[in-house]
């Protein structure tokens, strides 16, 4: 899409100190983002934009015929689930509940199987037990899975063994392996099929009672092998037991269905808008209309039919660090979804675009619409957090605060090894924590990119994993992950932060 035109672009804008990128696109918002919200709305209306990290195929008659394939499939997720879920992030908005967001950073078309699908459901319906008993509130459940494929790249190429060849950027696009690496359009329709088989196992296994509470000691502990993690988490889990034993032997729990099963969302990053684009279809709002009612459906306009645009690949999608350009196509694709949708907020972002930013994609201020994902890095938090807060809170926007402590934390090993130390992620989360209190806010959620199995990707933590055993299980293909006994141990010291302000 107008590649060359988008190269020069991204030359001119390289040659920008970050401070200039900034104003420039603050000059651009001013006289643009106040029409941006009058001008019709489509699916389609992003390819008039500007756009960051596209894909390039070689035969456009091959990618046409993937999109069309996609057009005619059924919706993967329903309108009915993702206003749920929007009812939900209302209330995390509001302080009435909590958001738990995690999996893989880059999933695979070979995580599509029964046991990789089992770990990480496990390991989140874990991890949201420690958090309910910790904060005493309920957990909503967002995994990183059935669709998040593409990854953006500082670079589309690299080098390898003396020849330039595409980077890899997620499993619909092209494979890893050097020899795969020329983007494939059949890799769209392959991505449909594993993000919808994905999520039909887990609706079955959730179905089939994975997190029924009434047996929590089913869900076994899996790697944990720490004594004092397996302590405490078995000690949370006798609590539990007690309280349930004691609701059946009142009677309370006959008709308590909500213990058999729990809700779990999916999410991924919205970056290929082709695909997108292909699963977003206009359907009917769940919630009851009478016939010739006036609608908004989003920023398309008025709606008279009670249909609203959603974007079926998945509950909640987000706009990555990368491709938040107040006139990018990526916001003006986002801008019209009835969906809830995520925001990544990292260090070049100004309060007052960060504003401008949500007038847009929320321009009614709907509360709990829009999550703002924070990942400044632990040394840059404490500078920018609090008056990214400020900016928001005078605009009267109410926002979900999510804190992903994993991306501005990435470092490499002198053997160029991408790792992430396990403090500097706890400290980047334990300084969002203190940093809403001191500004009269609160942390509605975190975000984290972790894995069900025992991989040796992040250092640090009760294992005391260092740089040299990183080679012992990493299995990334892009960045590091937390494993169970470390997302485990993070949530532990989440709720003992809120158990301490509960019970000082």
Known sequence: MAANRLIEEHISA?????GGKAAAELKLANGHVSKTNATTWSPASWTTKPIKQDVTYSDRAA????????????????????????????????GRAFLLQGGDCAELFDYCEENAIESKIKLLLQMSLVLIWGMNKPVVRVARMAGQFAKPRSNPMEMHNGVEIHSFRGDNINGYSPDERTPDPSRLVAAYFHSASTLNYMRAALASGIADLHSPLDWGLGHVQDPNIKAKYERIVESITESLRFMRTVGADSNANGL????????????????EQSLTRRLKHPSAR????????????????????????????????????????HVEFFRGLENPVGIKVGPSMEGKELVMLLDIVNP?????????????GEGKVQGLLGDHIE????????VVWQCDPMHGNTRSTPTGIKTRQFSSIYNELSSALKIHKEHGSFLGGVHLELTGEAVT???????????KDLSLNYTSYCDPRLNEKQALELMFLIA?????????
């Open 63 to 94: 990618v046409e015929k993937a999109l069309a394939k996609l057009e005619r499939l059924p919706p993967i997720v329903t309108p009915t689930e993702i206003a749920k879920l929007k009812r939900s992030l209302r209330e995390v908005a509001l």
């Open 290 to 329: 009478q016939p010739g009612r006036l609608e908004k459906g989003g920023e398309g306009g008025g709606e008279v039919d009670g249909k609203r645009w959603y974007n079926t690949s998945a509950h909640f999608l987000w706009i990555g660090d990368r491709t938040r350009q107040l006139d990018g196509a």
């Open 260 to 275: 058999e099963t729990v809700d779990l969302y999916t999410s991924h990053e919205g970056l290929l808008l082709e695909y």
């Open 496 to 504: 003992a932060h809120y158990r301490v302000e509960q019970f000082p």
């Open 457 to 467: 990707e992040c250092v640090g933590g009760s294992e005391g994993l260092t740089d």
């Open 391 to 398: 900016a928001v809170k005078k605009s009267g926007h109410v």
């Open 14 to 18: 390289s040659k920008l100190s970050e």
């Open 364 to 376: 009614n201020k709907d509360e709990g619409k829009v999550t703002l994902i924070t990942r400044y």
